[in-house]
């Protein structure tokens, strides 16, 4: 804060002594000499004034927090010293500050290189890191204050392309966990050379090219089919199954009929005469049927009603009314001749007293305003001091006190905020998943000073999104993608455990880690779907080849009945004859009922209608049930 002291005085008046009438003529030169003289003082104040104003300014610095200072000397160069957070004190213009940020920062990078086998792979990788504060002196001689930009592109780079060529395609997605590793580990070492340390160094992306990727996405296809593949032949192994079970059931049913039916002809003569009464029943009905459409049509209209509505809005502007100060100055009277000079040196000291009252009184509401501050619910405030930095203590929520100017309160939100995260990476068997990572998360309440310091209020833009697509990445690269989907709350399990370990170094809680989303490739979700459904079609092969077991059992059942029942009747119609003409009498009736209850006159054939009952009818009934060949309809 820059203020330059002001004179507040106005221009010292001077009463110089005028010569009264002698004849002494070096009165005015005296006057004007002294006027000179007088005027020289003042301007050397002034000048003293501002260059001690110009020093005490420039004299002393405030290094924030989460920051350190080096000092660059005009004469002697560098100062070896660091000088932490808070005022520190250097001489102005000779020394010069030079303040570096040492809270944790993230650099990416994405690069194009070869694997093993020669497969062009794209890498990301994102770091996180901040200077060694024992060394920022050594750190702006050799690199200066964009050390980062300097240096690390390039050993990322390095670094990222030399572990790449050590490993096939297929094992860059399969050992992703290890990859990163050893990445962290040679790039840490480079860095160490350069006095920089690494907090987390994480793979946020790793593709292939598009003719790899989809003969990678062909090949899951494929697996796919041949797992369909399985389960067809599973279902056609059951259809058979349910083939062979029916027709044997059916064979068996035949066998017992037709040797039932064979022991006893009698039942084929009254199954005959039941056909024979079912096909001229039929027939008359056929001849005489009528058949009526009606269609119905309800048309329905309706016609739309119009609603307006109107609505007026009523604006208010209020002005505030400001009242002017005013100030009442004494005024000389009289006849003296001083007297309208002490009435003015009277006006300029009531002026003082009073511009005295309203800095003072200005100073104390500034002072009463900024001493106080409120911490909301839910909220928590760590203080910067100028002299002294950040101090160590937190303060809770409520009205708290600070030194106006010299205190600045940081004021954290400590309730559990979400984040979310969605990133294409691979499985173990190549198949490229996109998966969806969302973390609910809140900062540590006893380490507040400390992620200030490190990391600033922004912490969970700094950190979360790399550890968060690292430990995404590195789990799904476990997993087969059926395992995936059938151990996926294993997986979760799973994220939400590393990811955790890795937070709480950075004094970060995780509340909840959920997995939001997780797809395939459009083919390979096609050829899941459909192995799935051969998978089930097997499966209901399963419960087919139990029904059709339950329907030979009732096949072969209704067979042995029916046999029976044949055996019975076939018997029973031998040593009874007549039981043949009674049937016969009662087909007659119901042919005769349905043939007089009609109103139009036909001309049928009497014996195929079994309508004759006189003469030798009875002898060409049991020539036509035993086989022999008749007129219309019976014949076959």
């Not at 790039?187 to 790793?206: K, M, P, Y």
């Not at 040196?345 to 009073?354: C, D, L, P, S």
């Not at 002299?387 to 559990?416: A, H, Q």
């Amino acid at each position: 804060m820059a203020q330059k002291i002001k004179d507040a005085f106005q221009k010292m008046a001077q009463n110089i002594p005028k010569g009264g009438g002698g004849a002494g003529g070096g009165g005015p030169a005296r006057g004007a000499g002294a006027a000179a003289a007088a005027a020289g003082r003042a301007t050397g104040s002034l000048m003293l004034a501002g260059g001690l104003g110009y020093g005490a300014y420039n004299s002393v610095y405030t290094v924030e927090g989460g920051h350190r200072a080096v000092i660059f000397n005009r004469v002697l160069g560098m100062k070896e010293g660091v000088y932490n957070e808070g005022l520190n004190f250097n001489i102005p213009w000779f020394e010069r500050p030079i303040v570096y940020d040492i809270r944790t920062r993230p650099v990416d990078l994405q690069t194009l290189t070869g694997s093993k086998d020669l497969q062009i792979v794209t890498i990301g990788v994102r770091v996180l890191h901040k200077p060694d504060v024992n060394y920022l002196v050594w750190m702006y001689r050799h690199l200066g204050k964009n050390y980062d930009e300097r240096i690390l592109p390039s050993l990322m780079n390095e670094c990222a392309k030399s572990v790449v060529a050590r490993y096939n395609a297929n094992e860059l997605l399969t050992k992703r966990e290890e990859v990163s590793a050893v990445i962290t580990a040679e790039l840490s070492t480079r860095c160490n050379g350069f006095h920089v340390t690494l907090e987390d160094v994480s793979i946020t992306h790793l593709s292939f090219s598009p003719e790899y990727a989809k003969a990678v996405e062909r090949k899951q296809v494929s697996q796919q089919e041949a797992e369909r593949a399985k389960y067809i032949v599973l279902g056609a192994i059951q259809e058979k199954k349910t083939i062979i079970t029916k027709a044997r059931g059916e064979a068996e049913s035949a066998e017992l009929i037709g040797t039932a039916v064979n022991k006893n002809p009698g039942f084929m003569k009254l199954r005959r005469t039941i056909i024979t009464k079912a096909r001229g029943e039929a027939e008359i009905r056929t001849i005489f049927a009528i058949f009526s459409n009606q269609i119905n049509r309800n048309q329905y209209t309706s016609s739309p009603r119009s609603i307006q509505i109107k609505s007026s809005i009523m604006a208010q502007k209020f002005k505030d009314a400001f009242q002017k100060m005013a100030q009442n100055i004494p005024k000389g009277g009289g006849g003296g001749e001083g007297g309208p000079g002490r009435g003015a040196g009277a006006a300029a000291a009531a002026a003082g007293r009073a511009a005295g009252s309203l800095m003072l009184a200005g100073g104390l509401g500034y002072g009463a305003f900024n001493s106080v501050y409120t911490v909301e619910g839910g909220h928590r405030a760590v203080i910067f001091n100028r002299v002294l930095g950040m101090k160590e203590s937190v303060y809770n929520e409520g009205l708290n006190f600070n030194i106006p100017w010299f205190e600045r309160p940081i004021v954290y939100d400590i309730r559990t905020r979400p984040v979310n995260l969605q990133t294409l990476t691979g499985s173990k068997d190549l198949q490229m998943v996109t998966i969806g990572v969302r973390v609910l998360h809140k900062p540590d309440v006893n380490h507040l000073v400390w992620m200030y310091r490190h990391l600033g209020k922004n912490y969970d833009e700094r950190i979360l999104p790399s550890l968060m697509n690292e430990c995404a990445k590195s789990v799904v690269a476990r997993y087969n993608a059926n395992e995936l989907l059938t151990k996926r709350e294993e997986v979760s399990a799973l994220i939400s455990a590393e990811l955790s370990t890795r937070c709480n170094g950075f004094h970060v809680t995780l509340e909840d880690v959920s997995i939001t989303h997780l797809s395939f490739s459009p083919e390979y979700a096609k050829a899941v779907e459909r192995k799935q459904v051969s998978q089930q079609e097997a499966e209901r092969a399963k419960y087919i080849v139990l029904g059709a077991i339950q329907e030979k059992k009732t096949i072969i059942t209704k067979a042995r009945g029916e046999a029976e029942s044949a055996e019975l009747i076939g018997t029973a119609v031998n040593k009874n004859p007549g039981f043949m003409k009674l049937r016969r009498i009662d087909a007659a009736k119901d042919i005769a009922d349905i043939v007089a209850g009609s109103g139009n006159k036909i001309y049928l054939n009497a014996d195929s209608l079994l309508l004759n009952l006189l003469g030798d009818a009875d002898d060409k009934f049991e020539k036509g049930v035993g086989g022999a060949k008749v007129g219309g309809w019976l014949r076959r």
